[in-house]
């Protein structure tokens, strides 16, 4: 079975028939023939992207919590 990217090949459908290549030494590994296969690498930044915003939420919700204990602080030492 290979895994490629959704649309790589033009009209593909459940049963058509599609070029297939093979390794000699290796027979069950198959691969469709033009086909493209960069959804790992998209996946890949996906997943960094995610991370890198999932971040900058904690520390703008650390640096919130931060500056409201602050001000907290501020409006007690008043009274």
Request: one cysteine or more; hydrophobic letters at 45%; glycine letters at 14%.
């Amino acid at each position: 079975m290979d895994l490629i990217d959704a649309g790589s090949v033009p009209g593909l459908k459940e049963g058509t028939e599609v070029g297939i290549e093979y390794e000699g030494g290796s027979p069950r590994r198959a691969y469709v023939q033009h086909a493209t296969r960069s959804f790992v690498a998209k996946n890949i930044a996906g997943i960094g992207i995610q991370g890198v915003l999932c971040l900058l939420v904690l520390v703008v919700f650390v640096m919130g919590a931060h500056y409201l204990g602050k001000a907290w602080n501020r409006l007690v030492v008043r009274r």
